[in-house]
């Protein structure tokens, strides 16, 4: 079958080559899928650099990827979940850098996919679980947010803006920071947007009418304003500053994880949750979907479409 390929770590995008590789093992308890579309995230680029080496080893050559959509054309063993044809998404990270997503086909654990309803395109299928994933984990962690204020950094980006549809339906009043171009995006969402500027933390209180009960952190480098803001009581995550696990936050990683992403289809078919997708690129750009990730200008979501 084809896939997208790196040979070694390399920070080079063009080093990424469409081959035909083996085709997958459908091991017990998983599904094959073939793959109808596949989201682009931050960490498919971090990997391919190095920079998880010190967490997980790769199998070289390794097709990148861990977001998945598409249709089920076998079953391993014991799988009684599902069954051939089905549609099915789910985020596919495995153990060991190698069998990703940007392919034809991959065999993902039935633990971590659940089927996809016809309210999601398959871009829209293939772009949700992994960002999705991690905005409603990080949720999770703020607690009861009901009549409460949220501030979300990087409320715009790929997963902070579902994060914060996320927060808006349990009830949150939801602030974010984003750039200006950003900030209508964000009002259409119910969000009170703030500026990246000098002086945040002055601004984020002055808008809360006093200190805010729980902080999102989807950008990094923002723990003295997250404690400059947050009441005592407050709660506070982060998937990009692992730091704020010693200042009484919680440090995200989100788990592949079928019924969590059954949790989002849920929000999604309850009209409570909207996937934007802001481009589609085919197997042989791969290195054109991670240039444009890499930006940090884009908002929603990347997808590899093989």
């Known amino acids: ?63 990148p990827g861990w977001d998945v959509a598409g249709v089920v054309t076998a079953l391993g063993a014991d799988t009684p979940e599902f069954a051939v044809g089905d549609e099915v998404l789910g985020y596919a990270r495995k153990d ?5 997503t940007f392919a034809e086909r991959v065999a993902v654990s039935a633990r971590a996919v659940t089927r996809k309803p016809p309210s999601l395109s398959w871009e829209q299928a293939g772009a949700l679980p992994l960002a999705g994933g991690t905005a409603l984990r990080t949720i999770d962690a703020l607690g009861d947010l009901e009549g409460r204020t949220v501030l979300v950094y990087g409320a715009a980006g790929g997963v902070g803006g579902l994060a914060v ?4 339906a349990r009830g949150a009043r939801v602030i974010g920071t984003a750039s200006a171009g950003n900030h209508d995006f964000l009002r259409g969402l119910g969000v009170e947007p703030v500026a990246y500027d000098e002086g945040l933390a002055d601004r984020v209180r ?38 704020v696990a010693q200042h ?9 994880d079928g019924a969590e992403t059954a949790r989002l289809v849920g929000l999604v078919e309850n009209g409570r949750l909207h996937v934007d997708v802001a481009q589609t690129f085919p197997l042989e750009r791969v290195g054109d979907g991670f240039r444009a990730s890499r930006s940090g200008h ?6 590899i479409v093989p």
């Not at 480098?221 to 500053?241: F, K, N």
């Open 1 to 63: 079958m084809r896939a997208a390929v790196y040979d070694h770590y390399t920070r080079d995008d063009d080093d990424i080559v469409v081959r035909d590789v083996a085709e997958p093992k459908v091991f017990p308890g998983s599904v094959l899928i073939e793959v109808r579309a596949a989201g682009v995230n931050p960490v498919d680029w971090k990997a391919m650099a190095g920079g998880l080496d010190p967490l997980i080893d790769a199998q070289f050559p390794v097709v």
């Open 96 to 100: 060991v850098l190698g069998a990703g």
């Open 165 to 168: 549809q996320i927060a808006r």
């Open 206 to 243: 002055a808008q809360a009418g006093g200190p805010v009960d729980a902080v999102a952190d989807f950008v990094g480098g923002q723990l003295d304003t997250t404690r400059a803001v947050l009441s005592e009581s407050g709660r506070h995550a982060s998937v990009a500053d692992s730091t």
């Open 248 to 256: 009484g936050g919680r440090y995200i990683w989100v788990r592949p």
């Open 298 to 303: 884009t908002r929603g979501k990347l997808v």
